[in-house]
């Protein structure tokens, strides 16, 4: 059991690996430093170099719901609350705030010296405006479902409320106040999240596209936008208008666009980039290095059936394909990272009132069987009248590591089904666009934590979520997530999780491969970058010697 999530509530976000081809500067030497009397200063700048795998797919908050756009944009922006280096959420552009006796009414006090990059006070009226936009149905934010705690939030995203019941009211210029539907233990962690980040309203009014460059970008973080060449790099420096800048010790956070994860690991060994991850065939050598970091993430990397799309209308020929997939061989031999193999979709880590870590609690719900996978798939070819299986392609989006998974699969679905699948791979905003739109038949999907509550990972799959992506609907199992949202009694909460869980299970609409950690090599002059386990990387401590 990991103590800091028996305490920790936390925020964080649900893609996680993504792809696009290496930038054109991959291999290149790092930018030298000028040297001389003028030189000598800017010679002890303090850069970070970092890989951001690929181009955000956007940093407007509600739109970017991904940690490629989140991981950088959580460096540019904050919110009411910030987490910090104890995973807790701590005051950020709110300096304090008061709750209602009834748990429903939460009024922030923002600081006074809380400002935009461009000088402008952040005000209340920057997170109204922020909030409604997310919530906004004709936004068509995948993050909204999170504001649905706010009272009339999720009204007004169906388009069955208005934007004036939603329950955000600036008192005045620095007083935010914030009505719930009911009380939610965790709404603080929820807040810290990059979908409830303010807006700077008279720009956005002014240019929509506010976010797309760096010229135009205006963000209240520890850091602030200085360049930005798209599907290349991005360089944020040290913005002197954010009311803790005293705290940031980096000069410059250079980002590169690798998606590789061997470029990126020599761009590491050559001094190009500071931190990398760690290639699946040099795991066993570098796992013992003294640059390793490992820490705990809550996520899980999963596989999406769409049930609309012949054969996977038929439950059996699901549950079929999910038991043909041995998951420890995957963790042990593919991936080789040290991740747990994942028989359920919420991941280790979250403790129920009476002490038990949920995923032990409710039992492993899908686990290796060929012999049971190879009679589900005749039953189901028998149920839907089938001679032959239609032919099956499965969808990745383009990554070295996403490419060896699925090559693994496909092997074993030939193995244990006699099933040859086709494999097909896609650039990132392509993949994901199209898994949105129901196109693919069976494709690969990763959620992360936006907080650190069971709920978050299984509201995913209710009718008509945009997290949902695969047509899958089952008023059963909506019902246990409605209760689940709006019961206090903590046990009987999470007794209707329990259930929701396996609901999904019972129908299979996706299947887990494993469980995600962080495992990263860091250069040793580098400290002070906080990973939290449910929630996004922090570079506001980090130094470097």
Same mark, same amino acid.
């Given at each position: 059991?990991?103590?800091?999530?028996?305490?920790?509530?936390?925020?964080?976000?649900?893609?996680?690996?993504?792809?696009?081809?290496?930038?054109?500067?991959?291999?290149?030497?790092?930018?030298?430093?000028?040297?001389?009397?003028?030189?000598?200063?800017?010679?002890?700048?303090?850069?970070?170099?970092?890989?951001?795998?690929?181009?955000?797919?956007?940093?407007?908050?509600?739109?970017?719901?991904?940690?490629?756009?989140?991981?950088?944009?959580?460096?540019?922006?904050?919110?009411?609350?910030?987490?910090?280096?104890?995973?807790?959420?701590?005051?950020?552009?709110?300096?304090?705030?008061?709750?209602?006796?009834?748990?429903?009414?939460?009024?922030?006090?923002?600081?006074?010296?809380?400002?935009?990059?461009?000088?402008?006070?952040?005000?209340?009226?920057?997170?109204?405006?922020?909030?409604?936009?997310?919530?906004?149905?004709?936004?068509?934010?995948?993050?909204?479902?999170?504001?649905?705690?706010?009272?009339?939030?999720?009204?007004?995203?169906?388009?069955?409320?208005?934007?004036?019941?939603?329950?955000?009211?600036?008192?005045?210029?620095?007083?935010?106040?914030?009505?719930?539907?009911?009380?939610?233990?965790?709404?603080?962690?929820?807040?810290?999240?990059?979908?409830?980040?303010?807006?700077?309203?008279?720009?956005?009014?002014?240019?929509?596209?506010?976010?797309?460059?760096?010229?135009?970008?205006?963000?209240?973080?520890?850091?602030?936008?200085?360049?930005?060449?798209?599907?290349?790099?991005?360089?944020?420096?040290?913005?002197?208008?954010?009311?803790?800048?005293?705290?940031?010790?980096?000069?410059?956070?250079?980002?590169?666009?690798?998606?590789?994860?061997?470029?990126?690991?020599?761009?590491?060994?050559?001094?190009?980039?500071?931190?990398?991850?760690?290639?699946?065939?040099?795991?066993?050598?570098?796992?013992?290095?003294?640059?390793?970091?490992?820490?705990?993430?809550?996520?899980?990397?999963?596989?999406?059936?769409?049930?609309?799309?012949?054969?996977?209308?038929?439950?059996?020929?699901?549950?079929?394909?999910?038991?043909?997939?041995?998951?420890?061989?995957?963790?042990?031999?593919?991936?080789?990272?040290?991740?747990?193999?994942?028989?359920?979709?919420?991941?280790?880590?979250?403790?129920?009132?009476?002490?038990?870590?949920?995923?032990?609690?409710?039992?492993?719900?899908?686990?290796?069987?060929? =012999? !049971? #996978? +190879?009679?589900?798939?005749?039953?189901?070819?028998?149920? /839907?009248?089938?001679? &032959?299986?239609?032919? *099956?392609?499965?969808?990745?989006?383009?990554?070295?590591?996403?490419?060896?998974?699925?090559?693994?699969?496909?092997?074993?679905?030939?193995?244990?089904?006699?099933?040859?699948?086709?494999?097909?791979?896609?650039?990132?905003?392509?993949?994901?666009?199209?898994?949105?739109?129901?196109?693919?038949?069976?494709?690969?999907?990763?959620?992360?934590?936006?907080?650190?509550?069971?709920?978050?990972?299984?509201?995913?799959?209710?009718?008509?979520?945009?997290?949902?992506?695969?047509?899958?609907?089952?008023?059963?199992?909506?019902?246990?997530? =409605? !209760? #689940? +949202?709006?019961?206090?009694?903590?046990?009987?909460?999470? /007794?209707?999780?329990? &259930?929701?869980?396996? *609901?999904?299970?019972?129908?299979?609409?996706?299947?887990?491969?494993?469980?995600?950690?962080?495992?990263?090599?860091?250069?040793?002059?580098?400290?002070?970058?906080?990973?939290?386990?449910?929630?996004?990387?922090?570079?506001?401590?980090?130094?470097?010697?």
């Amino acid at each position: 059991m990991k103590k800091w999530l028996v305490m920790f509530v936390g925020v964080l976000f649900v893609s996680v690996l993504a792809a696009c081809t290496a930038n054109e500067n991959a291999g290149e030497e790092p930018e030298q430093k000028p040297e001389g009397e003028k030189g000598e200063a800017a010679s002890e700048e303090k850069v970070l170099y970092l890989n951001n795998g690929v181009e955000p797919t956007s940093f407007d908050p509600p739109i970017g719901f991904d940690s490629n756009s989140w991981q950088a944009l959580n460096n540019l922006m904050e919110g009411l609350t910030r987490l910090g280096k104890d995973h807790q959420p701590q005051p950020a552009v709110a300096e304090s705030w008061d709750i209602s006796d009834d748990g429903k009414v939460y009024t922030f006090h923002l600081r006074e010296d809380a400002k935009w990059s461009n000088g402008d006070p952040v005000t209340a009226e920057d997170f109204v405006f922020a909030w409604k936009q997310m919530l906004n149905p004709e936004t068509g934010s995948p993050a909204a479902f999170l504001g649905y705690f706010i009272e009339g939030g999720e009204a007004f995203n169906a388009g069955e409320g208005s934007a004036d019941d939603v329950g955000v009211e600036a008192v005045d210029e620095k007083t935010f106040k914030v009505t719930l539907s009911s009380p939610t233990g965790f709404f603080l962690n929820i807040i810290s999240n990059p979908a409830f980040f303010p807006i700077n309203k008279a720009v956005a009014e002014e240019n929509p596209e506010w976010f797309a460059e760096a010229d135009t970008f205006v963000g209240n973080g520890p850091f602030k936008l200085e360049s930005w060449t798209h599907d290349t790099e991005m360089v944020m420096v040290k913005n002197d208008q954010y009311w803790d800048a005293e705290t940031v010790k980096l000069d410059k956070v250079h980002w590169a666009m690798v998606n590789d994860s061997n470029t990126e690991y020599q761009m590491y060994e050559s001094g190009e980039l500071d931190t990398s991850a760690v290639p699946a065939e040099l795991a066993e050598e570098l796992l013992k290095g003294d640059d390793v970091i490992i820490e705990d993430q809550s996520g899980t990397y999963f596989y999406r059936f769409n049930v609309n799309k012949e054969p996977f209308q038929n439950v059996n020929i699901r549950k079929a394909f999910a038991m043909a997939i041995d998951q420890k061989q995957i963790v042990e031999y593919v991936t080789k990272n040290g991740e747990k193999p994942a028989y359920g979709f919420v991941a280790p880590g979250f403790t129920d009132p009476s002490g038990q870590d949920f995923r032990e609690a409710n039992g492993k719900l899908v686990e290796f069987n060929p =012999e !049971k #996978a +190879k009679e589900l798939l005749a039953k189901g070819m028998e149920e /839907e009248g089938y001679d &032959e299986l239609p032919a *099956v392609t499965l969808t990745y989006n383009t990554s070295d590591s996403h490419k060896a998974i699925a090559e693994t699969m496909q092997q074993m679905f030939k193995q244990n089904l006699g099933v040859d699948v086709e494999l097909a791979n896609a650039e990132w905003n392509v993949f994901l666009q199209d898994q949105k739109d129901l196109k693919h038949q069976l494709s690969r999907s990763s959620f992360l934590h936006d907080y650190a509550d069971p709920i978050n990972a299984l509201e995913s799959f209710v009718t008509g979520s945009t997290m949902n992506r695969t047509g899958w609907s089952n008023a059963e199992f909506d019902e246990l997530i =409605e !209760k #689940a +949202k709006s019961e206090t009694d903590e046990a009987k909460r999470w /007794e209707y999780m329990y &259930e929701a869980e396996k *609901v999904l299970f019972e129908e299979m609409p996706i299947f887990p491969i494993h469980y995600y950690n962080q495992v990263v090599l860091q250069k040793d002059n580098v400290s002070g970058i906080v990973r939290h386990p449910v929630g996004y990387m922090e570079l506001k401590w980090a130094d470097k010697q």
